[in-house]
């Protein structure tokens, strides 16, 4: 059913068994296929990589990809072992390939997996790239072949990239200021891809650290592999009853990262952005633009500004991030949601480097969390509060609310009139420059974000509850016409 894929800010995701069955994986292998046919020059000569994370089948999926490339005549090399998505990444980029194909669901909950193409310059595939691929899922043949190709693991050419990518972060990170600062880390793997990569960067650093979770469990824990302040509570519980001095995690394929610090408190992506900026300006001496999508917060453009440092908005999606980054001289670009990459490595968002990069500054500041960021909120002379919301509808709904919004906009909140709205990704609606309300429909799951942010709780909180009414007025009468 070509009409059930869809691809959206980070590849195609669905539910396994619904959406997600094996003849639509075979559709979207085939239409890989076509486009690298048809985009990469001397394929004969290159692999495609395949790799997997830690969900239920993930690995099976990526065997069935096989089948259909190695039918389709192409070279393939399947992964020894789940895989970090910014492992196959840098991997796809270290040597000729025709890039990589990543099984993963990312942080979306056990039910679902996913599926990208990961171009040969090691980031997410742009817009037009992923445009050709459903294209060519209307020229999908019924009959696939794939009978006389391997159907195991252990018959298909596999390969490791864990030693190389290790050796790549390693020229990234002090490892010997962190072996020298003593710390004490407990590490959370969510039952990840990072569990055997993030834990041997630790060892090699001679961190004394402790890790939960770090096994393979598909369904998680019963949770999500999302590392976010709500299931991150027995790190958090660990950090508040011990000893430690950082507490990291990553999500389910280990592109997204969260900290906790000492005494259990939770630092916010939007803060880690803020911060590692500031390390990587002041104790790397590098420069660069700083780019940020339209949800990330504001205090970023003063941290920005107060380096001297140019500051790109992009729309929500690594993918824009990575593309500034292949044509800019970027420093860092990061997410809200707490995808970061920075110069120097790929185009895709690490979260195993991220994890890395603060407890280095950790190490080189000889502070804690809490005092280096006091220390940039002193030296920004800002901070700011965020506040998110979802919007559960059903499509229809969905569509008329957006559609509402764009024909007849919002023009005042707060009893104010909007400096400006913005379009570049959904609608973003400017009280002044540092208070604001995004609106925009969620590029891999089926709800709409609603997200703000404000120089005080009090201005935030009336923004969101006026935005909310105005929101509970167009659905009503959504209602009365029976949508």
């Known amino acids: 059913m070509a009409e059930a894929i869809k691809f959206g800010t980070d590849g195609w995701r669905a539910v396994i068994a619904d959406q997600f069955t094996f003849e639509n994986v075979e559709r979207v292998a085939y239409a890989i296929g076509l486009y690298l046919q048809q985009a990469v020059p001397e394929l004969d000569r290159k692999p495609v990589l395949i790799g997997y994370d830690t969900r ?3 690995d099976r999926f990526a065997l069935r990809a096989a089948q259909v490339l190695l039918a389709m005549g192409l070279k393939v090399k399947v992964s020894d072992r789940d895989i970090p998505t910014p492992c196959i990444a840098w991997a796809s980029q270290a040597e000729p390939t025709a890039g990589a194909l990543q099984f993963t669901a990312s942080h979306n909950p056990p039910e679902y997996c996913g599926v990208k193409y990961i171009p040969p310059y090691g980031g997410p595939a742009t817009n037009d790239i992923t445009e050709k691929i459903v294209a060519n899922l209307k020229h999908v043949p019924v009959e696939r072949r794939k009978e006389a190709v391997p159907l195991s693991r252990q018959e298909a050419e596999r390969f490791s990239a864990h030693e190389p990518y290790l050796v790549a972060l390693s020229q ?22 990072s569990r055997g990569y993030l834990d041997v960067m630790l060892e090699r650093a001679g961190v004394d650290y402790t890790v939960l979770h770090g096994y393979r469990d598909p369904l998680f824990g019963g949770g999500m592999p999302e590392p976010t302040e709500k299931y991150l509570s027995e790190l958090k519980s660990v950090m508040a009853q011990g000893d430690f001095d950082l507490g990291l995690a990553t999500d389910g394929d280990a592109d997204r990262f969260a900290v906790v610090g000492a005494g259990g408190k939770f630092f916010t992506p939007n803060q880690l952005l803020c911060l590692l900026t500031r390390h990587l300006h002041k104790r790397h001496g590098l420069k660069g633009a700083v780019v940020r999508n339209v949800a990330t917060s504001h205090m970023l453009d003063h941290v920005a500004k107060l380096f001297q440092l140019p500051l790109i908005e992009t729309p929500v999606g690594f993918k824009y991030i990575g593309e500034k980054m292949r044509t800019d001289d970027v420093l860092i670009g990061g997410e809200e949601s707490g995808g970061v990459s920075i110069k120097g490595h790929i185009p895709e968002k690490d979260g195993i480097l991220a994890n890395l990069l603060v407890l280095e500054m950790l190490a080189l500041e000889g502070k804690s969390l809490e005092a280096i960021w006091q220390d940039l909120a002193d030296e920004a002379g800002v901070t700011f509060f965020q506040r998110r919301g979802d919007l559960h509808l059903t499509d229809a709904t969905q569509k008329l609310l957006l559609k509402r919004l764009e024909e007849h906009p919002i023009k005042e909140l707060g009893g104010k009139t909007l400096q400006r709205v913005s379009k570049l990704d959904g609608l973003k609606l400017y009280y002044d420059d540092d208070n604001w309300l995004l609106i925009r429909a969620s590029g891999t799951e089926p709800v709409i974000r609603v997200s703000g942010e404000g120089t005080s709780e009090q201005l935030i909180d009336s923004l969101m509850l006026d935005f909310k009414a105005q929101i509970d007025e167009i659905l009503e009468g959504a209602k009365a016409v029976g949508v």
């Open 56 to 58: 239920f089948m993930a």
């Open 172 to 193: 990234l990170i002090d490892l010997a200021a962190i072996k020298k600062a003593g710390l004490k880390v407990a590490y959370d793997a969510l039952y990840s891809t």
